[in-house]
């Protein structure tokens, strides 16, 4: 299911997957400051919501429910680390 | 019961081909409950201080040896220990947990400075490190050599001596270790080695360097006999990776089936969803307890 949706728009997901690697290895990197840690918590998501709006205006069903469940998922995201770690 | 449970989590006519556990008012559900999971678990601590908290194996003997080891790596001199140093480190430890605070300055308008001074050591020049949440002290000295300002004093070639503070107490409710490093480099007319001043207050659980630091037994662990009972830390990544695996084995199972229908709709990306939440938990999962100041 997962490959499928990949396999259909690649470069999208690269993307993706570039952004959420650059993410990840910024918190790690920033270890010692939770200041900073925050702010890649945030970027995270955010850049996130924006490719989720990225892709589904180029697959065309850019519809509001979508971009609320994003935002939703951005948000859980966000509260499930930084409220769990700060 | 069992149909609710089935729209829950599996794609059917009656919840419109969408597990109702995807849906928005779902996943705001999840995000107020894991919020006011936190909130229980910061009142619990408030309420029955010391059962939540963090246990640690760090020793005086450790952080000072393992900072020398690092100012030995880069070819400075050792840091030579101070009593009266590791005095003024005990009592800023001690006053951060009388007073409820965590900073290099006291809410009462405290420097660091003024605990070097009150513990009777002119300095000429002075440098604080903090850290607490801890498990042992191998992870306390990484952490402040990833920091820059931290790795700073550590490798600071003007500091000639340090003293220790390695105090255990309950800080906003949650049982913790404190760490406490201070740096300096004593006047020129000033002695290194004054006496401790006999007003002073010793905190407890630490035991007080003698003198002669070179026959001080400072090893064990400070916390060892009043270990707390859970981990906040632990524990909100029990109940984060709970949530976790709920909504990514519903997307699973929505995108399996979905697929496997062939059912149209409009929907969100279940692998987009999926890679996102896996790098939360991820870094949720291998980040460790411990912050420093």
Redesign the interface.
């Known amino acids: 299911m997962m490959f499928t949706e990949i396999k259909q728009k690649p470069f999208e997901y690269l993307i993706l997957l570039f952004l959420l690697t650059i993410s990840a290895f910024a918190f790690i990197y920033f270890s010692y400051d939770s200041f900073i840690q925050r702010r890649v918590i945030y970027f995270s998501a955010g850049t996130y919501f924006l490719w989720s709006l990225y892709h589904h205006y180029r697959r065309g069903d850019l519809q509001p429910s979508i971009v609320i469940e994003y935002l939703l998922i951005g948000i859980l995201g966000i509260v499930l680390l930084s409220s769990t770690l700060f | 019961m069992n149909k609710f449970i089935s729209r829950l989590i599996i794609p059917q006519e009656t919840n419109n081909y969408k597990a109702l556990l995807?849906?928005?008012s779902f996943?705001?559900l999840?995000?107020v409950v894991?919020?006011l999971n936190?909130q229980l678990i910061h009142t619990l601590s408030l309420i029955k201080p010391g059962i939540l908290g963090y246990s640690s194996e760090i020793t005086q003997q450790k952080v000072l040896d393992l900072t020398n080891q690092e100012r030995l790596t880069q070819g400075l001199s050792e840091l030579k220990y101070n009593p009266v140093l590791s005095l003024s480190a005990q009592k800023k430890a001690q006053d951060m947990f009388d007073n409820n605070y965590w900073a290099h300055n006291s809410p009462q308008g405290k420097t660091p400075w003024d605990f070097f001074t009150a513990a009777g050591y002119q300095y000429s020049v002075a440098g604080e490190n903090l850290a607490k949440d801890f498990y042992n002290t191998d992870s306390v000295i990484g952490?402040?050599m990833?920091?820059p300002t931290?790795r700073d004093n550590i490798l600071n070639p003007k500091y000639e001596e340090i003293g220790i503070g390695v105090v255990n107490g309950i800080l906003n409710g949650i049982k913790t270790t404190l760490v406490v490093q201070h740096f300096a480099t004593p006047l020129a007319t000033s002695i290194t080695t004054p006496e401790v001043p006999q007003d002073s207050v010793v905190p407890e659980t630490v035991q007080v360097p003698q003198p002669e630091y070179t026959t001080q037994d400072f090893s064990s662990p400070v916390l060892s006999a009043s270990k707390p009972l859970i981990s906040p830390?632990a524990l909100?990544?029990a109940i984060?990776g709970t949530?976790?695996v709920i909504?990514v084995s519903v997307l699973?199972i929505d995108?399996?089936l979905?697929?496997k229908n062939k059912t149209h709709r409009?929907?969100?990306?279940?692998?987009?969803?999926?890679?996102?939440?896996a790098?939360?938990?991820?870094?949720?999962i291998f980040?460790h307890s411990g912050?420093?100041f």
């Open positions: 995807l849906r928005p996943l705001t999840f995000i894991y919020l936190q952490a402040w990833k920091s931290h830390l909100s990544k984060g949530l976790f909504i699973f995108g399996y979905t697929l409009f929907s969100s990306s279940n692998a987009g969803h999926i890679g996102f939440l790098i939360i938990f991820l870094l949720m980040s912050n420093i």
